[in-house]
């Protein structure tokens, strides 16, 4: 496994954010919108996001 740093989210996002809203989850197109408006990067100190194929988690 290789650790990076991300600049942006996956292009193929969208469809992750679908497929959750339907289940009821609006946590994925928060941490999108989030992302997009600058209010959480997760850059702090302790933060990350971790990206892996279709599966998004994220630790603060």
């Not at 740093?5 to 999108?32: H, K, V, W």
């Amino acid at each position: 496994m290789k650790i990076v740093s991300i600049t942006e989210l996956p292009s193929d996002l969208e469809g992750l954010i679908n497929d959750s809203e339907i289940e009821g989850f609006a946590f994925i197109n928060r941490l999108a919108s989030e992302w997009v408006n600058h209010l959480n990067r997760f850059d702090n100190t302790g933060e990350f996001v971790s990206l892996r194929q279709a599966c998004i988690t994220y630790c603060t």
